[in-house]
């Protein structure tokens, strides 16, 4: 850590600093420049996290040189983490796929939904059970009668499902049937509902929040890390910026950044961030390109009368002939699919 | 609601949004102009909102003519609510201060910070039992412990307590001690936790999101309303922006059009806003300025050795020395503090 | 355009904003609903841009149906706009790729990064000689003297040149030498510079603000085609968010909005977005993916002793093999490069 | 400047570096910790602005210890800028009002006006002669004949005037007819503008970018004092984020940001930065509670039929109520109005 000293700063104060630092167990390095005297904190920099050096005395500024994140660093672990999700493999060549509908609605409609998507290429199976919602007067998801379709589903189809937890009271309940347990991006820092997962042994979906720098997502995922799962996949799904044509930005610089930064794979969902339709079928092609790990994409049915964001929904055929295009995509850049 | 329909749609296309609108038991309007059709859809426009309109050939745009928030709305009550926290008004004429430590640390740093900001003028105490933090690894709270010196403190100064809650496995414990349930803006949009504090019978401190619009703040405190939990106070506390120097950038125009939305008391807290403490004060004039009910500011004894956020805290001289200022500003816009 | 009138709005009210509107010479059609009464004006919505509706007494807010710009529009033309510079077709199935430094800093290393690009694939030759820079104290541009090296450049390569324009007073000598005018992103709302490549006849290439909505970046294209130059080429280069892992945010969804929305090329410009040329391949790969029409890639022979933007800039042979990759992409997305 | 290593750096990568700074000028301290080695740049680091560091192998990071901007700093003049305006004290006790239409519409309308904010305690007269506007079919300003209006307004009223320039081909016509040249928001970055009126001896009003860093619109500011023209009014005008309720987000935590960081005087202007007149008072009196030297406020006799911003703008009686509630606040806070 470099402690940066204000112009004019006291020796008393450079003295209160040091101990300070040293008090923490660091070794002190002092620089005199011309303009600015700086310190340098040599050793575990984790002790100073908790210490306001800011507010001492004299202090300018506090430059960490080390990453706050540890277990999910790509520093820690060099070499890709790759999933084993009942046998399809999420973070090596292949780029997987999970389609599906934004909710399960019913037990017929998803049975035919999952059936079509597995044919479409899809390799995993979303639908959400709960559901986070903006109003309280909106559908708020079947509950466990929607976890038992979506087992029933997966029956039928093969298709592991990935469906959300909402509440650290569900966590044991939704481990009974879920294979990949999603956390949605207004949970990405619930941070109670990460530690509950973390302490689970199912593989997380962790969502980015809206609003959630590279490093806060990271944060949240070594939440889960330090608990013991390391059973990891992240998820960009857009941010919040001032533009509107569009949900939210889909920031697909985020996938390269995040592949430099951590060894977890990386997916992307290209339907919550565009919220139309008719932008998902270029956006997942860019997230294929761009090096996502997989892809999570809303298909329905009959997206006219869905219960939720049936705006941005594929209809099967359609998300068929995508996947036609993501194949040769994935081909192009080295990857398979 | 106006739907408007793309130019060259077929009088089929027409007839089929007309039909899904009165399926849903309203009335339409059709416009034809040179450019667009138009259809108005008259009556219950929330039976519309589930609707995904925008889904149906022909259609370019759906653009809402209500709001979607209604009991916490001006609209559905005009006269401002105010609050009574064991005889503390909030969201009358007076402007409340909330003050004390961002977490309990301690019994004695507790008690006599809260001695110290009840002779400075705050009405009510802060402190944070449990804490969200951005690392696994910082300092999570003392428990129920320093819910226990929270009421200790409140017994000797008499001043209500407002305290955090992150988990709805905590709910019960929180309203045994707490006067306000604070939310804060990590969780603005957990939506279980909103539903649970609106079951409860306490006062809420409902925080804004980092990247919250002011309607889907308003959203949030309609699903605590819509429970039946009408005691709720709103709080900015600075949005998350392309701006670094200061850690949030506080929104003070959301007070004034809060104000004219909502009939809920409105607070600021500067303090997280602008996480240093040197710009408190400045932030704090304006606040009062600006027209807010009260405010939210960290204090700490010993900012120093603070566990957490002691840059931002202000001594307890300076926050006394704040509030002589404060109760001039409050005087110049014909309030009282 | 649609006028939606306040809960209690007088009859006196309501017909002043009728005959204001009539006024205009519109036809006008009110609807009175349970909640609201809106009010329709049906005819050249533009005449009322310039009107401020919302400031008469018990208009709560107006609604336009149409967009604001129109001859840069996909209804006012549908087919794609195809442009040929030299020879070079922009905006057809073939994806261009512009390359070359970020400034012109000597005639030997530009005429050498200038073979470079050629042979790596380029189709048009990129470099400033005047240079908007955040510091006065950074270097500037040659000014002519670089103008002077990119035509010899062009000369030798056959490369058409793409070149900054920052001043009005620079125009005409710009027009000299460029093949392409280029727009800057911090002068895209340079409403004088605007209008005066709107009245050369020579192709401009303009920028997407770091703050710039997509309708406003429309708008900004439509100053120029207002004049009478409709060879105009778009470029998304990032926006300014929150985000700081790149130095802004590729808002690549733009590009198949603004596909939907004109009928102008788009481009993009990963070098200037991410701002660091490891991340530079990756989003080169998804622009093309996502519908791109052309690329503009910052290529530099010795990256380290570049006089601006070094760390973006691409080495000769990195961007060789990138170019290799692209092709494959383009092929995957039916197009050639 | 302190350049961090990445793990793993070799003995020539190190040596590299340090030749590259040495050959700078610079002396070098090299510390190696645990985790990291870290180099310090020890003299003039504006050296090493323009040279791209991080390019170089094996650099991680680099961190700058100095601001980049020196003349408009605090630390370079500690002493607050007064400015002398024809008698109008701008920097010192006194908060400053400029007021007046958005832009000048014709002669009768301009003086009356001018008569009421001068009667209602304005100390500077507004008024755009040359308007920047988003559409090119929307009003564009009177030109020269507006400054002629504007110079009458000042003869009759005794107000100097604040005025746009917007094209470097205006600044002498500019500078014959206004006592501030203002520079609009979209031209924060327009460097050559920048230039041009750091070489008149006007006094200029810099406006905020709408998506412009403090650090950007200081640097900003330095462009016009490296030239030589020291006398330079900051002026806060919103920025550019994702909430809608607002045109823009008022940013008062930059004003006492910007008091730390320079000697300059700081404006606010509440009318652009809201977009409607309702929420103009509250804001004004935000902004002189925060500290601001100065407020302008858009004052019009008839909103309704203004040319331009007729919804932000105040009518002259509701600026006199303001103008007596905003002298109690300054009172308040210690400053005079």
Chains 1, 2, 3, 4 share one sequence.
Not at 14 to 34: D, P, Y
Not at 130 to 145: A, D, H, M, N
Not at 148 to 156: N, V
Not at 189 to 199: E, K, M
Request: one cysteine or more.
């Amino acid at each position: 850590m470099i402690i940066v000293l204000k112009k004019g700063v006291t020796e008393e104060e450079i003295e209160h600093v040091v101990e300070k630092i040293k008090g923490l167990g660091l070794a002190v390095h002092i620089s005199k420049g011309q303009e600015r005297t700086i310190i340098g904190a040599i050793g575990d920099e984790s002790v100073l996290a908790a210490t306001p050096l800011e507010a001492l005395p004299g202090v300018e500024s506090v430059m960490p040189i080390l990453k706050p994140y540890k277990l999910v660093s790509r520093e820690f672990k060099s070499e890709d983490t790759v999933l084993d999700i009942s046998g399809v493999k999420i973070g090596g060549k292949a780029v997987q796929v999970i389609a599906g509908p934004c909710s399960v609605e019913g037990r017929d409609i998803l049975l035919e939904t999952a059936r079509e998507v597995k044919n479409g290429g899809a390799t995993l199976l979303r639908g959400g059970a709960f559901k986070p919602r903006t109003s309280p007067y909106s559908f708020q998801g079947l509950g466990e009668e929607g976890l038992k379709y979506l087992a029933e589903a997966r029956k039928q189809t093969g298709l592991p499902i990935v469906t959300e937890l909402m509440d650290p009271r569900d966590t044991e309940l939704l481990c009974e049937y879920a294979d990949v347990i999603q956390i949605g991006a207004r949970n990405m820092q619930n941070f109670r509902l990460l530690t509950d997962v973390g302490d689970c042994d199912k593989p997380v979906l962790l969502k980015r929040g809206l609003s959630a720098t590279i490093k806060e997502f990271l944060m949240s995922a070594e939440y889960i890390a330090s608990r013991g799962n390391k059973q990891i996949i992240l998820c960009e799904r857009g941010i919040r910026t001032f533009e509107t044509s569009t949900r939210n930005t889909l920031d697909l610089s985020s996938v390269p950044v995040l592949k430099e930064e951590t060894h977890l794979p990386v997916f992307v969902d290209p339907s919550h961030a565009v919220g139309r339709w008719e932008l998902v079928g270029a956006l997942s092609k860019a997230s294929v390109a761009v090096g996502a790990d997989g892809l999570m994409i809303e298909v329905h049915n009959d997206p006219e009368n869905a219960l939720c964001d049936g705006v941005q929904s594929l209809k099967p055929d359609k998300f068929s002939e995508l996947m036609a295009v993501l194949k040769k995509v994935a081909e192009a850049v080295g990857r398979t699919l």
